[in-house]
Structures are given as structure tokens and as C-alpha cells.
């Protein structure tokens, strides 16, 4: 069984509305479908040989290997209590993920929103009825999955910086670096971010990842904010 997939970024496309990227793990090329949202995210990167790590789901069919790709666990876990449900598919499990975020999808279950749950692709009026009902049943507790953080917790107004910040969290995730040790550099980041700009010094991401990856390499639990 394969738990998660680690390499370099060889090629991304996309086919309708299904998005894939291929990964060179040890001389093997893995074709994976991933999410809308790591795509984008993937194609906006521009450094060169970059590894990327995604949790695998395999799915084994008659004539053909499935491999699904997520870049946190709880995504994987997630679309796979999905799957679990009768009738919901693969491609219904994506389209779930590609257009709300788990605590979006968790809070339509518990509100019942039928009409955001009903407007996914191929989710018709019996299929929602079910995934209601079942999901409920799975998920009693408020908060399951601690789903990625992102920064909006530190207001960017610049959106070249927001997004620059946003590709550093994707390429430290990428690079192995743990989420939690992510969160606690993040604010030095932005703030260096901020400072440079003030001082109208040109800031670049490669920069920006040295200087992450420098905090990182250091001991991320004796920095106080």
C-alpha cells in the first residue's frame, strides 16, 4: 500500500476538470490526480527541481491503478470516508474537495445546506440525502480534522506578498518541514516581508524561502514572538 508519494515535480496538466501532475520518485514517473487548488498552487511555483510530498490514496480497478494525491493527511482521510459512502466515487469525492474546504463541507452536513452540498458535479438530490446522512453520523464531533492552516490569521494587504507567502508555506510543506514549525516562523517571515517593503528593498521568494529555511534549521520552538 502506498501512504504517501515523495520527488521531484516533473509535468502538470489538466484534462476537463481534473488535474494531474507527474513525479519522479526514485527513476519511477507517478501520475497522480490532485486537487484544483494544489495545481494551481504547484503551477504558480517557479523553482526549478522541485520535490513535492502528497499523501497517496490507490485505487485499484480492473484495467487500470488510481493514484489520488493530497498535501495534508486529513485531505487523504477525508476523501476517503467520502468514498466510503455508497455510490460516491472517486471523481464525486474530488469534485467535493476541489470546490469547499473539509470544515466547509462538514458545516453544509451539520447546517444541511442540501443546495451547496447539491451544486457539486454529478451530486443529485438522493446522493446528497445520503452523504448527509452518513457524514453526520461519522463526524459528531465539531472539529475532526485540523485542517492546514493558512495565514489569514496575519492580514497581507500587497497580494504579490500574499501569494509569495502562500507558495513559501506550499514549498516548506513540500520540502518536509512540519506544519506546526511552519505556523510558528510564518509571522518573522511576514514581517521581514513587511519591513523590506517599507524600506522599498526588493523582495524576492528565493529570499524569502532562504530566510525560512534558515529559522527552520534552527530550533523553531525558542522563537518568541
Known amino acids: 500500500m502506498i501512504s504517501w508519494i515523495s520527488g521531484e515535480l516533473i509535468e502538470l496538466w489538466q484534462n476537463n476538470q481534473k488535474f494531474f501532475v507527474l513525479i519522479n520518485c526514485q527513476g519511477l514517473g507517478y501520475e497522480i490526480q490532485i486537487l484544483e487548488s494544489s495545481f494551481l498552487k504547484f503551477k504558480k511555483n517557479k523553482l526549478p527541481n522541485l520535490n513535492i510530498t502528497l499523501w497517496i490514496k490507490h485505487i485499484k480497478k480492473e484495467d487500470s491503478d488510481l493514484l489520488f494525491g493530497f498535501t495534508s493527511k486529513d485531505q487523504k482521510n477525508f476523501f476517503i470516508e467520502i468514498l466510503s459512502i455508497r455510490g460516491v466515487g472517486s471523481q464525486i469525492g474530488m469534485g467535493i474537495l ?36 452518513e457524514l453526520k453520523s461519522k463526524f459528531k464531533s465539531d472539529a ?40 510558528t516562523i ?30 527552520l534549521d534552527k530550533d523553531s520552538s525558542k522563537l518568541v514572538r
Open 98 to 133: 476541489n470546490k469547499f474546504s473539509i470544515s466547509e463541507v462538514l458545516n453544509a452536513i451539520k447546517t444541511q445546506n442540501k443546495k451547496l452540498i447539491c451544486s457539486v458535479p454529478g451530486i443529485g438530490q438522493k446522493m446528497c440525502d445520503r452523504l448527509i446522512l
Open 144 to 183: 475532526p480534522f485540523e485542517e492546514e492552516k493558512l495565514i489569514d490569521e496575519f492580514e497581507i494587504m500587497d497580494p504579490e506578498i500574499n501569494k509569495m507567502i502562500e507558495d513559501l508555506e506550499l514549498t516548506l510543506q513540500s520540502l518536509n518541514y512540519k506544519n506546526k514549525d511552519i505556523e
Open 186 to 215: 510564518l509571522p518573522f517571515i511576514i514581517k521581514e516581508a513587511d519591513d523590506l517593503t517599507k524600506k522599498e528593498k526588493i523582495l524576492s521568494f528565493e529570499n524569502l524561502l532562504k530566510l525560512a529555511m534558515n529559522y
